[in-house]
C-alpha cells in the first residue's frame, strides 16, 4: 500500500490496477439478465453443461474461469440446489475459500498482489458490528459450510463471519463500460484505500479489473484517497451511511462542516424542505412548536396539514407511478409529472428526489420516442449533477454524452459539440483516452462537428 502513495501522479493517471481476488455477476431490477461469470457480459451467454447454475459468453472466459469453477462445479449437486437462494456476497464467501484451498494446494499460483494472506490482512469491523447483524452472518455462515461441503473440522465459523465482514467493508461494486452495475468483487490491494467524501482517486472497471486513477495533481507521499459511497448526498446521510456500512466516522474536509451554515442550507437543498414563496430561496426548519416548519429566510410558516396533505398526496402517486412504469408508459409518464409538480411545491429544484424523478422522466421520454421532452429533462439533471457532483464524476460524463446524442439526434449541433466535449473532458480523466467508452466519445464528436460543418448556416442550438 505504501508504494501507493509514493509517486507523484498527476490527473487521470492510472495509480494501480488490480484483477479481482473473487468476483461474482449481479442481477438486479436495473440490469435482470444474467451474465457472464467471467466478464460480466450479458450477450451470446450459455449456461455452463454441467451445473447449469453459472453462464459464459465464450470458451475463452470459460476456460479462464475454470480452475475456480471445477470446484464449485463439482459439488453441483448441492450447489446447483444452493446457488439461486446464495446471494452474490455468499458466492463470493465460496469462491474466496474454493481459491484459498487452490492456493494452499500450490494448483492456484499466489503472487505479491494476488494471495490469501491480502485477504487476512482486510478490516472486518467485526467487533463494531450489533448482535442482529452478527446473528444474520452466523446464520449465512452455516449455508456457506454447507454449500462448500467441507468436512466438520476444516470449518472455522468465526472465521466465516470474520469474511463476512471483510466482504462487507471491502467489495466493490464493479461496472460496465455503460457504467451499469453488474457484479462485485474483492480487491485486497485497492481495498486498502481509505475513504474520503472529496476523493482524489476514482475506481473504474475494464471488464473485471479495477482501474484506479488520480482525479487530480497528486504530490508525492499524498494519501490516496477514494469514495465508497454516493456522493449526491448530505453531510448527515453520507455519515450515517459509513458509520452503519464501515463503522467510522468520516472527518474530511466536506464532512468537517456538519452542521455549520452552509452545510445545513446545502442538506435543505438535496433533501429538505423549502419556501413555497416564489421570491423566496429560504429553507425550513421544524419550528420550536412542532406545529409546522418555518422558512429560515422570510419567516413564513407551513403548517404540518399543509406538508402532510401534499405527501400524502405524492405517496400514493409515486407508488401508482412505479406500477404503471412496468405496463402502460404513456400512463407513468403522467403520473411522474404530476409527482414532479408535487415535489416542486415542497422541495427545491436542486434536489435529490426532483432529480430522481427526472431521472424516471428521461427514461419514460426516450421509451415514448419524445426526444424534446428527453432533452429537458437531461439538462435539468446535468445541472443537478454538477452541483453534488465533483468535475471528474462519471455520472457527469455519462449524462453529457446521452445529452450529446440526443442533441445531435434533433439537430441542436452546438449544444451537442459542447456536451460531448464536457463527456469526452470527463472519460479522459476517469478512463483514459484509449477506453473503448472515450474512443465512442470522440468519434461521436468528430461526427458532430462534421455534421455542423456541414449545416452551417442552418444550425438550431
Ligand atoms: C476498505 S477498508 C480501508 C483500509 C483500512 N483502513 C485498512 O487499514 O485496511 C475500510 C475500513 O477502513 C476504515 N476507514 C476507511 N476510511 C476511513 C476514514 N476516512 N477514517 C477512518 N477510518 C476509515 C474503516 O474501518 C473502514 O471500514
Same mark, same amino acid.
Given at each position: 500500500?505504501? +508504494? ?50 453459472? !453462464? ?8 479462464? $474461469? ?92 468465526? +472465521? ?23 457484479? =462485485? ?37 499524498? +494519501? ?64 420550536? $412548536? ?39 408508459? =404513456? ?60 468535475? !471528474? ?69
Amino acid at each position: 500500500m505504501e +508504494e501507493l502513495h509514493k509517486a507523484l501522479k498527476d490527473q487521470g493517471e492510472v495509480i494501480i490496477s488490480q484483477s479481482p481476488y473473487v468476483a461474482v455477476p449481479i442481477k438486479d431490477e436495473e440490469s435482470p439478465e444474467s451474465k457472464c461469470e467471467w466478464c460480466f457480459s450479458s450477450s451470446s451467454i450459455k449456461a455452463c453443461s454441467a451445473c447449469r447454475a453459472v !453462464w459464459y459468453c465464450s470458451r475463452e472466459c470459460q476456460r479462464s $474461469d475454470w480452475m475456480l469453477h471445477r470446484v464449485e462445479c463439482k459439488a453441483s449437486k448441492i450447489v446447483t440446489e444452493m446457488m439461486k437462494p446464495l446471494t452474490p456476497v455468499m458466492r463470493l464467501l465460496v469462491k474466496l475459500y474454493i481459491r484459498r484451498k487452490l492456493e494452499n494446494e500450490k494448483i492456484f499460483p499466489a503472487t505479491a498482489t494476488d494471495n490469501y494472506k491480502l485477504v487476512e490482512a482486510l478490516v472486518s469491523n467485526i467487533s463494531e458490528l450489533d448482535v442482529e447483524l452478527l446473528l444474520l452472518s452466523a446464520q449465512m455462515a452455516k449455508l456457506v459450510s454447507s454449500a462448500l461441503q467441507l468436512p466438520d473440522s476444516e470449518i472455522n465459523m468465526k +472465521e466465516i463471519v470474520e469474511n463476512f465482514g471483510k466482504i462487507s467493508c471491502n467489495s466493490h461494486s464493479i461496472d460496465n463500460s455503460d457504467l451499469k452495475f453488474v457484479g =462485485t468483487g474483492l480487491y485486497p490491494v485497492i481495498s486498502f484505500t481509505n475513504h474520503s467524501c472529496a476523493p482524489n482517486s476514482f475506481v473504474v472497471f475494464e471488464g473485471r479489473l479495477a482501474v484506479m486513477r488520480a482525479m487530480q495533481h497528486m504530490p508525492k507521499d499524498t +494519501e490516496v484517497l477514494t469514495s465508497y459511497i454516493e456522493l449526491s448526498d448530505s453531510t448527515m446521510t453520507r455519515q450515517k451511511f459509513l458509520k452503519e456500512k464501515y463503522c467510522f466516522t468520516c472527518s474530511c474536509s466536506r464532512c468537517i462542516k456538519l452542521g455549520q451554515p452552509d452545510d445545513i442550507r446545502e442538506t435543505a437543498i438535496v433533501e429538505g424542505y423549502w419556501c413555497k414563496k416564489s421570491d423566496c430561496d429560504g429553507f425550513l426548519l421544524c419550528g420550536s $412548536d412542532n406545529k409546522g416548519f418555518v422558512c429560515q429566510k422570510c419567516g413564513l410558516v407551513r403548517d404540518n396539514k399543509e406538508i402532510s396533505t401534499i405527501t400524502n398526496e405524492l405517496k400514493c402517486i409515486s407508488d401508482k407511478a412505479s406500477i404503471s412504469l412496468s405496463f402502460d408508459t =404513456t400512463e407513468a409518464s403522467v403520473a411522474y409529472k404530476r409527482v414532479e409538480e408535487l415535489e416542486l411545491k415542497l422541495y427545491h429544484p436542486f434536489s435529490i428526489s426532483i432529480m430522481r424523478t427526472r431521472a424516471k422522466l428521461l427514461k419514460i421520454s426516450m421509451d415514448l420516442d419524445d426526444m424534446e421532452g428527453a432533452l429537458l429533462n437531461i439538462r435539468s439533471i446535468i445541472q443537478i449533477y454538477e452541483r453534488v457532483y465533483p468535475k !471528474w464524476h462519471p455520472l457527469i460524463g455519462a449524462r453529457c454524452y446521452l445529452c450529446g446524442q440526443i442533441e445531435m439526434e434533433l439537430g441542436y449541433m452546438v449544444g451537442a459539440i459542447e456536451s460531448l466535449t464536457k463527456a469526452y473532458n470527463v472519460f479522459r480523466i476517469t478512463h483514459g483516452t484509449n477506453s473503448p467508452l472515450t474512443m465512442k466519445i470522440t468519434s461521436k464528436l468528430a461526427e458532430a462537428r462534421a455534421k455542423a460543418l456541414a449545416s452551417f448556416g442552418r444550425m438550431k442550438i
